[in-house]
C-alpha cells in the first residue's frame, strides 16, 4: 500500500471516530505531497461542512466535476460554498484548482488566498497561490512567496520544483538548477524535477548531468517516454549514434506516438549515414502528423541527399513553426529567394540561441598590442573549409594579430592538416568536449579582440556559443552562406558579386565587402598528376566530358533537365559525377532514363585524397554548377585544377558563389543570368572545341596573374577588415558596411 493511500485510509478513519483536528491534519499532509488530491479536498470539505448535508452534497458534486474534468460545473458549485461555507478551505483551495484549470489566475489567486486565511495556511495553499501569480505574469511576486514557503518548509519539493520551472522559463539557468537539485535532494523519486534539472543541464550545455538526469527520471518512471527522447537527443548531440537510437527506441515502445522521437531516430540513422532508413523515420513521423514541418523538411533534405524528386513540391508545406527548429541549411538548396532564408534563418536563431549574456567581454589591450583574434570551428582537420583556408592561415601576419584556434571536431591521428594549422596560431585549444560556459570563460580570459564563426547553421556546428559573447566582436565567415539571423553576429565578410547593392536587406549582419572575391583560396594546394588515363576513370577516349563534382543534395530537376538535354544533344558524351550512395545514383540513373537517356551515360566518380582528386579533374570538359547552392570549394578545385567552370548567378548568396570566384579569375562571361543562357552556353562550349581551349588557356594564365588565387593579398584585405572593425570597438561605434579595396 502506498504512502498516499495510508494516509487517506488513517484520515477516514479519524474522521468517522470524531477524531476531527488529527483527520484535517492527515488530510494536509496528504495536500502537502498532492496539492490538489481531490479525495484529500473532499475530506477536508466534508469536515468543514459538518452536518450540513446539502453542503457536504454539494461539495461531492464539486469534487465529482472537478474529477470527470467537468471545470464550469466545479467552479461554479465551489464559488457557491464558497459564499455561504467561508471557512471552508477545502472548498476554496479546490475552486482555485478549478479556476486554474479554466485560466482564471486572477480568480483562483483570490481563492487560494481565502484557503490559506481560512487556516489553510499550508506549503501546498502557498505553493498554487505562487502558481496562480505567476500565471497572471506577477513573477516577483510568485518567486517571493515560493521562496518564503522554502524557508518555513524547508521538506516541501514542490516550492522549489515550481521556483525552478519559472526561473528556466525567464532565463535564470543556474538559479533553476539549484533549485531543481534542492527538489530531488528533498524528494529523490521526484520524477519530474529529475527531468526538469535534465532539460535545464541540456541548455547549459552540460551535456553528460543532463544524460545522468534522464537516466534517473527513466529509470524511476521506465515509460516516461520525453525523459528517452531527450537522453537519447543528448547522446545524438555527442555523436554517440548507437546509444541514441537504443534511447529513441525506448522512447517509441513507451509511447509510439512520440513524433519528436520518430524525427530524432531519423537525424541519429543520419549520423550514421543509413539516409533511405533517415527519410522512412522522418516519412513516418509525418504520416502521424501531416502539419509537423519539421519531419516534412528533414525527410525532404535527407531525399535530395539520396536523389528522390517525388515529393520536391512538398517544400511549399514546410512554412510552419516547427521547421524552425531545422537549420536553414536544409532549406538552401529548394528555393532561390533571400528573403525566404532571410525568414528561416531568423526563426531558427530564436529557437538556437540563448538568452543575451548578462555582461559583454571588454578585453584590456594586449601587451604586445596585437588584435587578439579567435577562430571557432569543427572543421581544423583534411576538410573542404581547410583545403581553402590553409593559405590564408599560412600567409596570416603574426606580428599584428594574435592568433588562436577553438576546435570542437574531431582530434583526428596523423591528421596533416591540422598538424600544419597547430604551428600558424598562437595557440589551439580542443573544445569539443567543454560545455558552453567554459568555453566562453577560456574565449573571455583570453581576452579575444574578435571572434570568428567559421561555420554557421552547417554540420557539427557549435555557432550558438556566439550568442554568449566570446568576444566584443563577433563575424561570420566561410561557413554558412546566409545570415545567422542573430543579433550577437556583428559582421559579415562577403564581396560585390556575392552580395549586390541591396542584398544586405536580407542579414542581420553589417556586410563587410572586400574587394575580388570573399572566399579564401590556397596558392600552394597540391595536384597529384593522373597518369591513368580517362580509361581508368570509365571515361569515353574521344567523348565529351561534363562534370559536376557537387554534393548530391545540390542538384534538383531544373537542371538536371538541362544536363540531360545536353547529353542528348552532344553524341558520346557523358556526364561525371561524385559518387555519394548507391540510392543516389539508383535515382539519377532512373531519372536520367526517364528523359530519355541512357542511364550509362553517368558516370561515378568514387572519392580520393583531395590533391588526387585535383589531378583526375584534367579529363573533363567542362564543370557544370548547380542553382540554388552553388559549387563552393568544389568550384575552386575545378578552376585551380585548370577545369573551365560554368555557372548560373542567381539572387541568393549561395547561388551566386561560383559566380564570384569566376569574376575574380577573369572568366565572368562563364557566370551566365538565367537557366535558357546557361543551356545555350553549355552546348555552344560543347560544339567549339576551339572556344573551350581557349577558355582553358586564359583560366591557366589568370590563375597566376588575378586575384582569385592571389593568398597573400586575399589575406592583406582580410586582415584590413578586422584591423577597421577593431578600431571601430575601440572607438566607440557601433558596427557598419563598409568595404575593402
Same mark, same amino acid.
Given at each position: 500500500m502506498s504512502g498516499l493511500e495510508s494516509? !487517506?485510509?488513517?484520515? #477516514?478513519?479519524?474522521? #468517522?471516530?470524531?477524531?476531527?483536528?488529527?483527520?484535517?491534519? *492527515?488530510?494536509r499532509q496528504v495536500l502537502d505531497r498532492h496539492p490538489r488530491n481531490p479525495r484529500a479536498l473532499m475530506g477536508l470539505g466534508i469536515l468543514d461542512a459538518s452536518d450540513d448535508t446539502p453542503a457536504q452534497l454539494a461539495f $461531492?458534486?464539486?469534487?465529482? %466535476?472537478?474529477?470527470?474534468?467537468?471545470?464550469?460545473? %466545479?467552479?461554479?458549485?465551489g464559488k457557491i460554498l464558497a459564499r455561504d461555507h467561508p471557512y471552508a478551505h477545502g472548498v476554496h483551495n479546490l475552486l482555485g484548482a478549478a479556476l486554474l484549470e479554466l485560466d482564471d489566475a486572477a480568480g483562483a489567486a483570490d481563492a487560494f488566498r481565502c484557503a490559506i486565511a481560512a487556516h489553510l495556511d499550508t506549503p501546498a495553499a502557498c505553493n498554487n497561490l505562487a502558481i496562480a501569480l505567476r500565471r497572471q505574469g506577477r513573477l516577483d511576486e510568485a518567486e517571493a512567496t515560493w521562496r518564503a514557503v522554502i524557508a518555513r518548509a524547508p521538506d516541501y519539493a514542490d516550492a522549489p520544483y515550481n521556483l525552478a520551472n519559472m526561473l528556466e522559463h525567464v532565463g535564470r539557468l543556474g538559479e533553476a538548477a539549484q533549485c531543481l537539485e534542492s527538489a530531488v535532494a528533498i524528494d529523490p523519486g521526484h520524477v519530474d524535477a529529475h527531468y526538469n534539472l535534465g532539460n535545464v543541464r541540456a541548455r547549459q550545455g552540460f551535456r553528460d548531468e543532463a544524460i545522468a538526469c534522464f537516466a534517473i527520471a527513466a529509470t524511476l518512471r521506465s515509460n516516461h517516454t520525453d525523459a528517452h527522447n531527450n537522453m537519447g537527443a543528448q547522446l545524438l548531440a555527442a555523436q554517440r549514434a548507437d546509444e541514441a537510437l537504443a534511447a529513441f527506441d525506448r522512447a517509441l515502445a513507451a509511447d509510439p506516438c512520440n513524433g519528436q522521437a520518430m524525427v530524432n531516430r531519423g537525424k541519429a540513422l543520419v549520423l550514421k549515414g543509413e539516409r533511405l532508413a533517415a527519410v522512412a523515420a522522418f516519412r513516418a513521423a509525418l504520416a502521424r502528423d501531416p502539419a509537423d514541418t519539421s519531419?516534412?523538411?528533414?525527410?525532404?533534405?535527407?531525399?535530395?541527399? *539520396? +536523389?528522390?524528386?517525388?515529393?520536391?513540391?512538398?517544400?511549399?508545406?514546410?512554412?510552419? @513553426?516547427?521547421?524552425?527548429?531545422?537549420?536553414?541549411?536544409?532549406? *538552401?538548396?529548394?528555393? &532561390?529567394?533571400?528573403?525566404?532564408?532571410?525568414?528561416?534563418?531568423?526563426? +531558427?536563431?530564436?529557437? !538556437?540561441?540563448?538568452?543575451?549574456?548578462?555582461? !559583454?567581454?571588454? =578585453?584590456? =589591450?594586449?601587451? &604586445?598590442?596585437r588584435i587578439r583574434i579567435g577562430y571557432f570551428s569543427a572543421d581544423f582537420h583534411d576538410h573542404a573549409t581547410m583545403h581553402l583556408m590553409a593559405g590564408f592561415f599560412r600567409a596570416h601576419d603574426r606580428k599584428r594579430f594574435a592568433v588562436h584556434f577553438y576546435s570542437y571536431g574531431p582530434a583526428r591521428e596523423g591528421d596533416a592538416a591540422r598538424a600544419a594549422l597547430r604551428s600558424r596560431g598562437d595557440a589551439f585549444a580542443e573544445i569539443g568536449a567543454m560545455r558552453d560556459e567554459e568555453v566562453v570563460s577560456l574565449a573571455r580570459a583570453d581576452g579575444l579582440d574578435i571572434a570568428v564563426d567559421l561555420k554557421g547553421y552547417t554540420l557539427g556546428t557549435r555557432t550558438r556559443l556566439f550568442g554568449h559573447r566570446l568576444a566584443p566582436v563577433q563575424v561570420s565567415w566561410m561557413g554558412y552562406p546566409g545570415t545567422l539571423g542573430h543579433p550577437c553576429m556583428d559582421y559579415f565578410i562577403a564581396d560585390q558579386v556575392t552580395m549586390p547593392p541591396g542584398a544586405e536587406a536580407f542579414f542581420t549582419e553589417k556586410i563587410v565587402r572586400i574587394a575580388h572575391c570573399y572566399q579564401a583560396n590556397d596558392d600552394a594546394r597540391a595536384i597529384v598528376p593522373d597518369a591513368g588515363g580517362r580509361a581508368r576513370w570509365a571515361l569515353p577516349r574521344d567523348g565529351f566530358v561534363f562534370a559536376s563534382f557537387n554534393q548530391s543534395y545540390k542538384i534538383s530537376p531544373a537542371e538536371w533537365d538541362i544536363w540531360m538535354d545536353l547529353l542528348r544533344g552532344i553524341d558520346g558524351s557523358v556526364l561525371w559525377l561524385l559518387r555519394s550512395s548507391r540510392w543516389a545514383e539508383e535515382n539519377l540513373r532512373r531519372e536520367a532514363e526517364a528523359r530519355g537517356v541512357d542511364p550509362a551515360r553517368l558516370v561515378f566518380a568514387p572519392p580520393l585524397p583531395h590533391a588526387e582528386h585535383l589531378g583526375r579533374l584534367v579529363h573533363a570538359d567542362l564543370f557544370l554548377d548547380t542553382f540554388a547552392?552553388?559549387?563552393?570549394?568544389?568550384?575552386?578545385?575545378?578552376?585551380?585544377?585548370?577545369?573551365?567552370?560554368?555557372?548560373?548567378?542567381?539572387?541568393?548568396?549561395?547561388?551566386?558563389?561560383?559566380?564570384?570566384?569566376?569574376?575574380?579569375?577573369?572568366?565572368?562571361?562563364? %557566370?551566365?543570368?538565367?537557366?535558357?543562357?546557361?543551356?545555350?552556353?553549355?552546348?555552344?562550349? %560543347?560544339? $567549339? @572545341?576551339?572556344?573551350?581551349?581557349?577558355?582553358?588557356?586564359?583560366?591557366?594564365?589568370?590563375?597566376?596573374?588575378?586575384?582569385?588565387?592571389?593568398?597573400?593579398?586575399?589575406?592583406?584585405?582580410?586582415? &584590413?577588415?578586422?584591423?577597421?572593425?577593431?578600431?571601430?570597438? !575601440? &572607438?566607440?561605434?557601433? =558596427? #557598419?558596411?563598409?568595404?575593402?579595396?
Open positions: 494516509l !487517506l485510509i488513517k484520515a #477516514r478513519g479519524a474522521a #468517522r471516530r470524531g477524531e476531527t483536528e488529527t483527520a484535517r491534519a *492527515l488530510y $461531492d458534486r464539486m469534487v465529482a %466535476a472537478f474529477q470527470a474534468g467537468r471545470m464550469d460545473e %466545479a467552479a461554479r458549485l519531419a516534412r523538411l528533414q525527410a525532404l533534405f535527407e531525399e535530395a541527399h *539520396l +536523389c528522390d524528386w517525388r515529393a520536391r513540391g512538398e517544400y511549399a508545406l514546410t512554412d510552419g @513553426p516547427e521547421a524552425a527548429v531545422v537549420q536553414p541549411f536544409a532549406s *538552401l538548396p529548394f528555393v &532561390d529567394d533571400p528573403a525566404h532564408q532571410y525568414r528561416r534563418s531568423l526563426a +531558427c536563431a530564436a529557437k !538556437l540561441f540563448p538568452h543575451a549574456p548578462e555582461s !559583454l567581454p571588454e =578585453p584590456p =589591450p594586449a601587451p &604586445d598590442g547552392v552553388n559549387a563552393h570549394t568544389t568550384a575552386s578545385d575545378a578552376l585551380w585544377a585548370g577545369l573551365p567552370v560554368l555557372t548560373l548567378a542567381g539572387r541568393q548568396f549561395a547561388a551566386r558563389v561560383a559566380a564570384s570566384l569566376l569574376h575574380s579569375v577573369g572568366l565572368a562571361e562563364l %557566370a551566365t543570368r538565367n537557366e535558357k543562357e546557361y543551356a545555350s552556353l553549355a552546348l555552344a562550349l %560543347a560544339r $567549339d @572545341p576551339q572556344r573551350l581551349a581557349s577558355l582553358r588557356v586564359s583560366l591557366a594564365h589568370n590563375r597566376k596573374t588575378h586575384p582569385l588565387y592571389d593568398t597573400a593579398g586575399y589575406t592583406r584585405r582580410v586582415e &584590413d577588415a578586422f584591423t577597421r572593425m577593431h578600431r571601430r570597438r !575601440l &572607438d566607440g561605434l557601433e =558596427p #557598419r558596411h563598409f568595404e575593402v579595396d
